[in-house]
């Protein structure tokens, strides 16, 4: 391995409900402009994935796996909507099995109420889901056509019925050490209120950061992105630095 690619700080990535796309793709351009190695994963398949430990023990693998052939200093988790769901989830697992410093970021993750519940798509038919894509700047000519629309609906319901477990099996109780938030200020599926409600679960630094756009980040949300993860390596000293 070449020494430039080693001791790098290790970026993993999750994509919201539906596989991320776009907004996948910014945060693995962010950790590349500042130099962290970006590595994305998949949210659990199904409820079944969840609940049998299997997508934790595959993910904490590939993690591990990844951050020793890097050499990785740290770790930072980033996931948006779902996906930071699923990076929170996996904290306690790799803070238990890592010596490496980690971080997280979470992009418009709303906080679980005192119900374990959140906002969800998994009970909307198929037109509220398509006026909450529509709002998001999806393609109308694709919403307009009934079956594409059905089999997008579809595909989305599955993913927010795994989100809404990952959001039921995070334990109030469980207070993470630190947390960055991203989150649009004129989201209508997930406000900011709802994001900014994770201080409440934080026992460390909580950073919330509101900028202008809807629930999936577009480029304009590049520099924001870029503050956001500078803020959480910022707030997640190395091994050696903090040693």
């Keep these: 391995m070449s020494r430039a690619a080693a001791d790098r700080d290790l970026c993993v990535c999750f994509p919201a409900a539906g596989g991320g796309g776009a907004p996948l793709a910014l945060m693995r351009d962010a950790a590349a402009r500042l130099g962290l190695t970006a590595l994305a994963l998949p949210n659990a398949e199904s409820v079944t994935d969840l609940d049998s430990g299997q997508w934790e023990r595959r993910s904490v693998e590939a993690i591990r796996r990844a951050a020793d052939h890097g050499a990785a200093r740290r770790l930072v988790l980033a996931g948006h909507s779902m996906g930071g769901l699923s990076a929170i989830r996996l904290l306690p697992a790799l803070g238990v099995r890592e010596t490496r410093p980690i971080g997280a970021l979470v992009i418009n993750t709303p906080c679980p109420d005192s119900s374990g519940r959140i906002p969800t798509m998994s009970r909307l038919a198929d037109p509220e889901?398509?006026?909450?894509?529509?709002?998001?700047?999806?393609?109308?000519?694709?919403?307009?056509?009934?079956?594409?629309?059905?089999?997008?609906?579809?595909?989305?319901?599955?993913?927010?019925?795994?989100?809404?477990?990952?959001?039921?099996?995070?334990?109030?109780?469980?207070?993470?050490?630190?947390?960055?938030v991203l989150c649009g200020r004129d989201d209508r599926f997930i406000p900011p209120e709802r994001c900014a409600a994770w201080a409440h679960r934080v026992s460390g630094e909580f950073h919330l950061t509101v900028v202008p756009g809807g629930h999936s980040p577009d480029p304009t949300w590049a520099a924001a992105l870029d503050r956001a993860l500078t803020?959480?390596?910022?707030?997640?000293p190395a091994a050696k630095e903090a040693a």
Excluded: C, K, S, Y
């Design 231 to 236: 803020g959480v390596l910022a707030t997640t």
């Design 129 to 180: 889901i398509a006026r909450i894509l529509a709002h998001d700047g999806f393609p109308q000519e694709v919403l307009d056509d009934e079956n594409m629309l059905a089999e997008i609906a579809h595909g989305l319901r599955g993913d927010t019925v795994v989100a809404d477990r990952l959001a039921e099996r995070l334990d109030p109780a469980d207070h993470r050490t630190g947390l960055h």
